[in-house]
């Protein structure tokens, strides 16, 4: 009861705060919220029963690993903020450099409407755990889940309602990052007043173990929706609340990673990408209300978020042909595509292995117009290809955590 009780309270409190503090009006909390709205979705919840049965006590090592990478390509889109920005407002049409550009963002355009595959399918996971759906009909269940809601964001869309999608995005993040302090309270209460914990499985660590690494690389992405706003803030801003937007995910991840260690034997054992709920059950009954509600919150708004951003994209790429209205129905169609062609796992790597790309892209974009400003030295330009060729090789091995 005193778990529940501390996790509730922090809870509300949290979200109290995150919503009518003084600071939630800045323009710099509101620059920090994009990119933190797509990067938290429920990855932390499906990393730990993932991690735990590949790399076993091992799993936060991993977990800091791919933590790594992320924060190693976000430097990279940092460096393209301030130099391909500026390098493209002066480039023409016809530029090298800007026709890279334009399929680094068509590559993005795509990616996040698998993405929004993604975090919807993990979405419907989680709301059919609880009610013991019969297996014969869950895949059929959740994939119509997944349809009627990109349907209604698709409806939302139209009719000048896009700022309505975006409340919806902004609107679920404080409550998401309240349950998340709530799930690490009632953990680290747990701690204290536990005596007893199941024994740690034996390290793995292999060859083998990187593929399915790399094809979690989707469950760290969404700082690069920074790179895309530049007409709403600039660019020190942009790189400055990007930086603390991955600051605070990374914390989250690996303190939830951190105190779930007595419960590494019990997640290597979960069963699915909702495992996790009936780990968190144990630790306290009211906890796995908290991990279903935070799971919903997180995927809707991560899902909400990249449908505008792959929905204008795809506009600014067809250089205006597109409606932004039509690019958003045309991201939703193609999300409902891939949620009925995979699996909940199949569909992680598949947007790891296209955000992967992007970020490949990027490197060789930042590499580029490196070379012709001369702005960089070689540090910068071996990082950028280490960076690169990483990526690179998540595009092509990035494998199903099942499978």
Excluded at 135 to 143: D, I, K, T, V
């Amino acid at each position: 009861m005193l778990i529940s009780i501390a996790a509730l309270a922090t809870a509300i409190l949290a979200t109290l705060w995150l919503t009518f503090g003084r600071f939630v009006r800045s323009e710099s909390w509101r620059a920090t919220v994009t990119p933190l709205a797509s990067i938290i979705g429920s990855g932390f919840l499906i990393c730990g029963p993932i991690l735990a049965r590949e790399f076993g006590r091992a799993a936060i090592l991993a977990e800091a690993a791919l933590l790594l990478i992320a924060y190693a390509a976000g430097t990279v889109i940092r460096f393209n903020i301030i130099h391909v920005e500026n390098y493209l407002a002066k480039a023409s049409l016809n530029d090298p450099v800007a026709w890279l550009a334009r399929v680094t963002q068509g590559v993005l355009a795509l990616a996040y409407a698998i993405s929004v595959a993604y975090y919807l399918k993990l979405l419907a996971e989680f709301l059919l755990k609880p009610l013991g759906t019969d297996p014969a009909w869950h895949a059929l269940a959740s994939n119509g889940i997944v349809t009627v809601i990109i349907l209604a964001i698709i409806a939302l869309a139209f009719g000048n309602g896009i700022k309505r999608v975006e409340h919806l995005a902004h609107g679920t993040v404080s409550l998401k990052i309240g349950i998340i302090a709530g799930l690490l309270v009632g953990l680290a209460c747990w701690w204290l007043t536990s005596h007893s914990a199941d024994p740690l499985p034996p390290a793995r660590v292999s060859w083998g173990s990187i593929p399915l690494l790399l094809g979690l690389v989707i469950t760290v992405q969404g700082f690069e929706t920074s790179r895309y706003l530049g007409h709403a803030y600039s660019q020190e801003l942009r790189i400055r609340t990007m930086r603390h937007a991955q600051w605070i995910a990374s914390a989250i991840y690996l303190a939830f990673l951190a105190l779930l260690t007595p419960f590494l034997g019990r997640a290597a054992d979960a069963e699915g990408v909702a495992g996790i709920l009936d780990i968190m059950t144990i630790v306290a009954p009211a906890l796995g209300i908290f991990v279903l509600v935070g799971a919903l919150s997180s995927q809707l708004s991560a899902a909400v978020a990249d449908s505008i951003g792959s929905g204008g994209l795809m506009s600014e790429v067809s250089r205006r042909r597109l409606s932004v209205s039509a690019a958003f129905a045309l991201a939703g169609v193609l999300a409902i595509l891939v949620v009925w062609l995979t699996d909940p796992f199949e569909v992680v790597a598949i947007s790891s292995r296209a955000f992967a790309l992007f970020y490949a892209l990027q490197c060789a974009l930042a590499f580029v117009v490196a070379r012709r400003t001369g702005v960089g030295r070689w540090p910068q330009f071996a990082g950028f290809v280490i960076v690169g060729l990483i990526c690179l090789v998540a595009t092509l091995v990035g494998a199903p955590a099942e499978g």
